[in-house]
């Protein structure tokens, strides 16, 4: 069974840090590109950060540049994002997709993406 399994979601203060994480099990990540997505209380979902599935392309959304990480471990079949100087406007569910290659683009619409975990939720508040 393929899936995708967020964790790492919690409260943190305002300024502080989570890393999330997304594993996938029944199926290998080698051949997927791989996303992070949020969707805020009566928001669309909107892409966070996207990694090739080489792990040497990312591309993050312009909100998070310099404060989000993505990085993916092949060998645990496993993408993370490290989040730092988290804002209170950055408060989500978090969800990670997967979408097979060949793709035109590192970071898909979320209707583009062919699998998805069940998010994993981030609060920021003091």
């Known amino acids: 069974q393929l899936q995708l399994v967020e964790s790492g979601g919690g409260l943190v203060q305002p300024g502080g840090s989570l890393r999330l994480s997304c594993q996938a099990s029944?199926?290998?990540?080698?051949?997927?590109?791989i996303g992070w997505y949020r969707q805020a209380p009566g928001k669309e979902r909107e892409g966070v950060s996207c990694?090739?599935?080489?792990?040497?392309?990312?591309n993050y959304a312009e909100s998070v540049k310099g404060r989000f990480t993505i990085s993916r471990d092949i060998g645990a079949n496993r993408v993370d994002l490290q989040m730092n100087s988290l804002k209170p406007d950055d408060p989500a569910v978090y969800y990670c997709a997967a979408v097979h290659l060949p793709v035109p683009t590192i970071c898909m619409p979320p209707d583009g993406m062919d699998y998805w975990g069940k998010g994993t939720l981030v609060t920021v508040s003091s």
């Open positions: 990694v090739t599935s080489s792990g040497t392309g990312t």
């Open positions: 029944g199926f290998s990540l080698d051949y997927y590109n």
